[in-house]
């Protein structure tokens, strides 16, 4: 089967990037693509592991070289999935999970149309600033341009392939799990299924042409067993 993009998206306090990691947890079939950002690292965030930490200089020189799949500009900071994450995930066979914002999102559908994208929804507008007041990490200033971007990111919610509503974390999870699962064996995405359907297609072409013969020989016998029933009738006679 082969891997694919499963394209993660919601407005900042969403909910996409524990959706992604919960996720992960008893998975082998998908990995985490760990995204590039020159925001300061939060209390408890870990180099490499929440995010790759780089300095603006850093990533414009890294963007500059072509090692971004996807970049996009957020609340003043700068924000990339690196190729190097995608090329690592997919030679171990299994599917990308990214979380990114609107204008990467739109990126990778331009660069891969076969990707999966899949917008989080928040329950309600006062969930959503719950979220992001309750963070505790950012200036009131910033939280409040993030809450008013999110209306327009929330117009996007067209150019993606599903939408969930993330109420219940919980039920979250497994809605985009049974996406996942589903969109797994979407027929464009089975690369062994050409092989497969040929090989098929040939054994039953077999299988009819052996009932063909047995009908041949069956039909040959009994018109041979006429014959001679015939036969020994003249002779009676």
């Avoid at 149309?113 to 719950?130: D, G, T």
């Avoid at 209306?151 to 219940?168: G, R």
């Amino acid at each position: 089967m082969k891997p694919f993009l499963l394209v993660l998206s919601a407005p900042s306090g969403g909910g996409k990037t524990t959706i992604a990691k919960m996720l992960l947890q008893g998975r082998d079939d998908l990995g985490y693509s760990v995204s590039a950002t020159t925001r300061p690292k939060r209390p408890g965030e870990r180099d490499g592991v929440d995010y790759h930490f780089l300095s603006r200089d850093q990533f414009i020189s890294r963007q500059e070289s072509g090692e971004f799949l996807e970049w996009a500009t957020y609340g003043g900071e700068l924000y990339g999935t690196l190729k190097s994450e995608i090329d690592r995930i997919f030679s171990e066979g299994r599917h990308a999970v990214l979380d990114v914002e609107i204008e990467g999102a739109r990126q990778i559908r331009a660069n891969f149309p076969n990707a999966l994208l899949l917008f989080v929804l928040p329950p309600s507008a006062s969930a959503l600033v719950e979220r992001l007041v309750g963070r505790k990490t950012e200036d009131p200033q910033l939280v409040r341009e993030r809450i008013v971007r999110a209306a327009d990111e929330l117009a996007a919610v067209s150019e993606y392939d599903y939408a969930i509503l993330n109420e219940d974390l919980v039920v979250a999870v497994s809605q985009v799990a049974a996406i996942l699962e589903a969109e797994s064996w979407r027929v464009s995405r089975q690369d062994t299924l050409p092989e497969f359907i040929e090989q098929l297609r040939r054994d039953v072409v077999k299988a009819a042409e052996r009932i063909g013969s047995k009908s041949s020989v069956i039909s040959r016998r009994s018109s041979e067993r006429s014959k001679e029933s015939r036969s020994s009738e003249f002779t009676d006679d």
